[in-house]
């Protein structure tokens, strides 16, 4: 197990994997045998065995909505250092993107990963961008040795929630 | 087959005024793909569908993915022949069209039918179909008509770069007697990736092996898709509910002592309805079964329905199926039913009691569908079943001379 900050979260901050919404979760060009979840998911993405890898070529496309709207604050995204990703874009709030289509938007921020910021330590986003985020889409663009496969060991978000309400806690008034 | 948005790309080129395959290969294709959109729509009634031709003036698409299964088939007359086919134009279109597809949780599919040659390199197709890969869309090639050296190959690397996990297929079929439509059905293209829609594609077969109406509901899946659909679900519903039927049937005897009375008598009115509506899938199926089976399951509702008639009647004699045949042995039943719902045993309905009877049960069990007799635990059952209905006796015994003795 790397004993390197696993666990560092920015003040203030939650990890917001508890507030993707499972359903709507998709990631394009993963292989089957090393999907998205193995990144994303508590407990997969700290096993060292289990990672995302891409299929045909080294690019990846995640679209992950939110049960909820966040605003994003940091992100952690570790992987190998020759095939970890290098450059990752990130979108806001915008539903199924494709390929062919990723690069007719301006993205809401734009990463170039260092070796540093794979071994764990937090990237810091235009916090400015993402106030009001319903859904994030991650492009990986390409990855530090430039294969043809990219893998990435785990990526976790974190952020604040905006003060919504949970439509579950609402009850009733019953009349007496 | 899973929820799925195909796109079928048709080879109109030239080429398809070629004979070999009757009546000719564009008949042939026509077909197919109306067969392909039949098996595709009923298998999931949420399933869309699109067509699209790839020579003519240029790519041009008929019809965007829809459920309609008569819109699709109305686009398909009046096609023209001509020019040459643009295999990637056709595969790009095709799957800009699925990016745009109204239900965004329906997997992507392309099926092409390539009868004329292929003029493109290998690695243009490998590019194509990493490229389909990467958007996660399936992709199955039909290919027939022309084949000179190369194009047969050329078509499995671009499968083989689809394909992810077995999702694409490649079917080569050579002219012959038999019809394109026909070799298709055997294919995993027809049948999708799992057992999808088999069940059409059997009927489909048993009406091309020509006369028996091999259709399971004397409804032809081809004329009245929906109609078909529907009783098919609504047999596999009765099925099913027989089944439950029967299970809570056999929960109730086990319970019996404690005074399920409640339970009894909704469990009563299920089987009744289950009786009635078995009646009824009864008479769809008559035509279509052989009198062996149809005289078998003739016999099997008889009884469940005597059991129903007499719930008020107690049957006490080990044979329930000779019981309601032989007058006087019903005569005393009916005596004893008098007796009985004046005595406590009011509060246990016939009909628990007679399924109590193992014999009764196990004829019963035998004639419902999915229900293996030699089955373990329902020996087991069976078993306490027997113990039950002991004890049940011996109280019937008491209570015949309580109400004697009154």
Known sequence: MASVVSSVIPRGQVDLVDFVDWSGVECLNQTTSHPLANALKQGYRDDDGLRLESDADEQLLIFLPFTQ???????????????????????????????????????????????????????????????????????????????????????????????????????????? | MGLEATMICIDNSEWMRNGDYSPSRFQAQADAINLICGAKTQSNPENTVGVLTMAGKGVRVLVTPTSDLGKI?????????????????????????????????????????????????????????RKLKKSSVA????????????????LETLVAAVNNNDNSHIVHVSPGPNALSDVLISTPIFSGD???????????????????????????????????????????????????????????????????????????????????????????????????????????????????KSSSVDMIDADMSDATTEDPELAYALKMSVQESAGDSSTHSGMSKVLEDQSFVSSVLNSLPGVDPNDPSLKDFLASLQDQSETQQKQKEDSPEKDGDK
């Open chain 1, 69 to 176: 709207v966040i605003k994003l604050h940091s992100a952690v995204i570790t992987g190998p250092e020759e095939e970890g990703p290098k450059t990752v874009k990130l979108f806001a709030n915008k539903e199924h993107m494709g390929f062919s289509n990723v690069n007719d938007y301006p993205p809401s921020d734009s990463l170039n990963l260092s070796p540093d910021n794979l071994k764990g330590i937090p990237v810091t986003l235009k916090y400015v961008k993402f106030q009001n985020v319903r859904s994030l889409t991650i492009f990986i663009e390409d990855n530090q040795a430039d294969g043809d496969v990219t893998k990435v060991q785990k990526i976790a978000l974190f952020g604040t929630t905006v003060d919504t309400t949970n439509m579950k806690d609402l009850k009733k008034i019953e009349e007496h």
């Open chain 2, 73 to 129: 088939l109305a686009c398909l007359h009046g096609l023209d022949i001509g020019c040459e086919m643009n295999l990637t134009a056709g595969i790009q279109v095709a799957q800009l069209v699925l990016k745009h597809r109204q239900n965004k949780k329906q997997k992507q599919r392309i099926i092409v039918f390539a009868g004329s040659p292929i003029n493109y390199e290998k690695k243009t197709l490998e590019a194509i179909g």
């Open chain 2, 139 to 154: 992709l199955d090639v039909v290919d027939f008509g022309e084949s000179d050296d190369g194009k047969a190959e050329k």
């Open chain 2, 194 to 308: 799992g057992e999808g829609g088999s069940g059409f594609a059997a009927a489909a077969a048993a009406a091309s092996a020509g006369g028996v109406s091999g259709f399971d509901f004397g409804v032809d899946p081809n004329l009245e898709p929906e109609l078909a659909l529907a009783l098919r679900i609504s047999m596999e519903e009765e099925r099913a509910r027989q089944e439950a039927a029967a299970k809570k049937a056999a929960e109730e005897a086990a319970k019996e002592e404690k005074g399920g009375e409640q339970a009894s008598s909704s469990h009563d009115t299920t089987m009744s309805e289950a009786v009635n509506t078995s009646a009824v899938i009864a008479d769809d199926k008559r035509q279509n079964l052989t009198d062996d089976e149809a005289a078998l399951l003739e016999q099997a509702l008889a009884m469940s329905m005597d059991g129903a």
